[in-house]
């Protein structure tokens, strides 16, 4: 810890608590049979809702013993959480803590907001961790607790620093909660993007300006799309597809010899040397995540010659994570899919990437979506996967459609950067006011405050003269 005003001093936690003590055991219920049983899961992000926190059977005797006050300090002593504290205020009701957390009551309860707010601390957090160094379940109990070392200004500054740190740090909470909300809009935007390419709005000028397009091949072994199969779309939709643009099945746009099928249907068990295979869950929006392709035996994938990848392929996901879809990169030729996955190679006057848009647009899903079967394990057949309607723009307009799409998707993802930046500026900053308070640094010192060595020693004083039996027989002060 750096060197500290002259009016400050160090004090370990135990110095300054009244009680340290751990919480109830007791089942939980719904039922009113007795106070509130504050657990760890009921605080989440800093506040608790108490009409949802559940019920404890205890006798009265024992709850005094338990019952949470105001300025009461909670600290999860285990679990994903361990080491995070929670300050009791505002309107508390009739609550005792249950046995995962430490309840630390202050001598002087005006020296709580301080001491929550140190917690929140880096310095706070290294005292922590290094309590928990080499052990493989980390924890925190009360002995630890009560050696935490905290810098001790004197108890007006205290007051001073609390209500200073609660007003920038508000501030700083407003605007985490501003950056945290752009994701949202910038995923908005994206879908949004991706509707007005497959409706044909994109291009709608530039449709004016390019009249001249080339045909669109088909696979000869597919049916057309009939009148009724299209209705049922637009119905579902809500909307007519794109008038200025021909109908299709999708398998109308597949290469005839392999069509639309799917993959190994038993990949068995991953082997070190073998075929790469695309899973379901390795299909992410718009695109296909290769870091964690299953390898399966040469001797399973060999009878399934047909669904080798060689790049360029649509693959959509049609069990597990349904609808997802991405374009297969050259890097997986001569990988393989799974049952779960769809494959869809594209004839030569279909761009693969905007299949892939279409298919996960909000136009797309919808028409996926409908098409899912089963409750247990949820899918689409492939029968409808082929017969998907798809408006298809001539190839020239695909080419301009992907082209503005990825220039829109590169503008989105320049922004998350910078989000992401921002949201890493912002933690830092926490932990920066944060730092400046507890070396000092925040507010000004007055000369005439009452030095915090003082402060302690009165603080000894007064619980020498408070007999060990009133603060609770499972304290751990004695410890």
Known sequence: MSELPNNWTTARLGDLAEDISYGYTAPSTREKVGPHLLRITDIQENEVLWKTVPYCEIDSEQANKYLLKENDLVFARTGATVGKSFLIRGEIPDAIFASYLIRVRCMRPEAAGYLSLYFRSQDYWRQITGFSAGIGQPNVNGSKLKELVIPLPPLA??????????????????????IDGIPALLKRFRQSVLTAAVSAQLTEEWRVKNTNYSNIDMNPKAKYLSTEELASAE???????????????????VEAERGIPYGIVQTGVAVSEGVPTVRCGDI?????????????????????????????????????????????????????????????????????LYLAYLL?????????????RGVAQKGINLADVKRLPVALPPYEE????????????????????????????????????????????????????????????????QRTAVPNAKRGRRSVMAC
């Open 157 to 178: 500054e205290q007051t001073r620093i609390a209500a200073k740190l609660d007003e920038l740090l508000a501030q700083v909470d407003t605007l985490k909660a501003r």
């Open 235 to 253: 119905e579902l939709l809500r909307k007519p597809l794109p008038s200025s643009w021909e109908k299709y099945a999708l398998e109308q746009l």
């Open 284 to 352: 992410k929006s718009l695109c296909i995540d290769t870091s964690d392709l299953k390898i399966v035996s040469p001797d399973i994938e060999q009878d399934y010659k047909r669904t080798r990848l060689k790049g360029g392929e649509v693959l959509l996901a049609i069990r597990g994570s349904v609808g997802n879809a991405g374009v297969a990169s050259e890097s997986l030729r001569n990988c393989n899919i799974s049952r779960e996955v769809a494959m869809i190679p594209t004839l030569p006057s279909v761009l693969p």
């Open 360 to 372: 996960q647009s909000p136009i797309g899903q919808r028409l996926l979506v409908s098409k899912v």
């Open 398 to 461: 695909q080419n301009e459609i992907v082209f503005r799409v990825e220039q829109f998707f590169a503008y989105a993802d320049q922004l998350q950067a910078k989000v992401d930046a921002a949201r890493k500026r912002v933690d830092q900053m926490t932990q920066s006011i944060l730092a400046k308070a507890f070396r000092g640094e925040l507010v000004p010192q007055d000369p005439s405050d009452e030095p915090a060595n003082v402060l302690l020693d009165r603080i000894k004083a």
